[in-house]
């Protein structure tokens, strides 16, 4: 019998903040599995088999905001970033690295 493997992958996700003003540290959640972080780039692993939902946002002990949702599929190697809104009722926003 062949057991199947657990194979994993990894994307990169810069992190940035609004330059001016404290902002609380965010929080990034990959398929269902919360992760504090910290602002900056990191790489993330992901199961490498099926697509990733992950949703990032920032919590700040009264209320959740700048939250974004997107997939990562299997394959896609693009670098992306998540910038913080400026005010704390928008949404953040990702992007490809450029």
């Excluded at 902002?23 to 992760?35: H, N, R």
């Excluded at 972080?37 to 919590?59: C, H, S």
């Excluded at 910038?83 to 990702?94: D, E, N, R, V």
Aim: hydrophobic share 45%; no cysteine; proline share 12%.
């Amino acid at each position: 019998m062949i057991e199947p493997t657990n194979t994993t992958r990894r994307f990169e996700l810069t992190l940035r903040k609004p330059w001016l003003g404290w902002f609380p540290k965010p929080t990034v959640v990959v398929d269902g599995v919360a992760q504090p972080t910290q602002w900056g780039t990191r790489n993330w692993k992901v199961p490498g088999a099926d697509a990733a939902t992950v949703t990032i946002f920032l919590f700040n002990r009264i209320w959740k905001f700048g939250e974004v949702n997107f997939t990562v599929e299997p394959g896609a190697s693009v670098p992306l970033v998540y910038s913080a809104p400026w005010l704390p009722f928008l949404p953040g926003t990702i992007r490809p690295a450029a």
